[in-house]
């Protein structure tokens, strides 16, 4: 079966722009959780999304946000963007939302603002 | 507060010796998960393995092997006989039930690289 799918693998934009990243589960999973990573932070969550509601939030700033769609699929947001942004940004899916027994991740999206 | 500690930054080793990645956790939950990720070049996070906290039975597979330890509180993972393909950014990560259900808290990552 497919996997988890991001879109675009890579992305350049300017500060101050806004940006948008989808995240395809793989079918059957409704649980989409998305991850930040950076060389200077590591790997850090964002939130995570069940049945089209945020069930679970990091500590990011709120110009970092997200939704679900009925389909399971999710976007991640981010407005106003400063060059700390630059990472990549991957998505993980899971079949349940109350406990993590297992979760895939996809590509990523390699974001750079220049 | 839950924490991952992967103290090994980069290993380097020859193709074929056996290598060994350690991993220290810390948690108040006494339901949790481990896991094992290998991040190649790609960018995508590989699964490996999940370990819950009631199976401290080591386990197997193929060249890959895993020793939990709960006395320690460390998931360390071994690759035996080690090949090119084998080099990447391995990370540890760990999910407590009742803190943070379906969140990941990583490791800072081990570089392996193996060498011809």
């Known amino acids: 079966k497919a996997g988890v799918t991001q879109t675009p693998r890579y992305l350049i934009k300017t500060r101050g722009q806004q940006v948008t990243l989808s995240c395809s589960p793989i079918?059957?999973?409704?649980?989409v959780s998305w991850y930040q990573q950076t060389p200077g932070q590591g790997l850090q969550f964002l939130f995570e999304?069940?049945?089209?509601?945020?069930?679970n939030k990091g500590n990011f700033p709120g110009r970092f946000s997200g939704r679900q769609f009925s389909n399971s699929r999710s976007e991640m947001n981010v407005s106003t963007l400063e060059l700390g942004d630059s990472a990549l940004y991957l998505c993980?899916?899971?079949?349940?939302?109350?406990?993590?027994?297992?979760?895939?991740f996809g590509q990523g999206t390699r974001l750079t603002v220049v | 507060a839950q924490k991952v500690t992967q103290a090994q930054t980069e290993i380097s080793v020859v193709e074929k010796e056996d290598v060994t990645l350690d991993c220290v956790y810390e948690t108040r939950d006494t339901t949790y998960y481990l896991f094992w990720y290998k991040q190649p070049p790609s960018g995508e996070l590989v699964f490996l393995i999940r370990?819950?906290?009631?199976?401290?039975q080591n386990e197997i597979s193929g060249r890959y092997s895993w020793n939990f330890q709960k006395s320690t509180s460390s998931f360390n993972f071994t690759i035996t006989a080690s090949q090119v393909v084998d080099s990447a950014v391995y990370f540890c990560?760990?999910?407590?039930?009742?803190?943070?259900?379906?969140?990941?808290?990583f490791g800072e990552g081990t570089q392996l690289t193996v060498n011809p």
């Open positions: 079918s059957g999973h409704r649980s």
């Open positions: 370990r819950n906290s009631f199976d401290e």
């Open positions: 990560a760990l999910s407590g039930v009742r803190t943070s259900g379906s969140r990941l808290t």
């Open positions: 999304y069940f049945s089209e509601t945020q069930r």
């Open positions: 993980a899916s899971s079949k349940r939302t109350d406990r993590v027994t297992e979760a895939f």
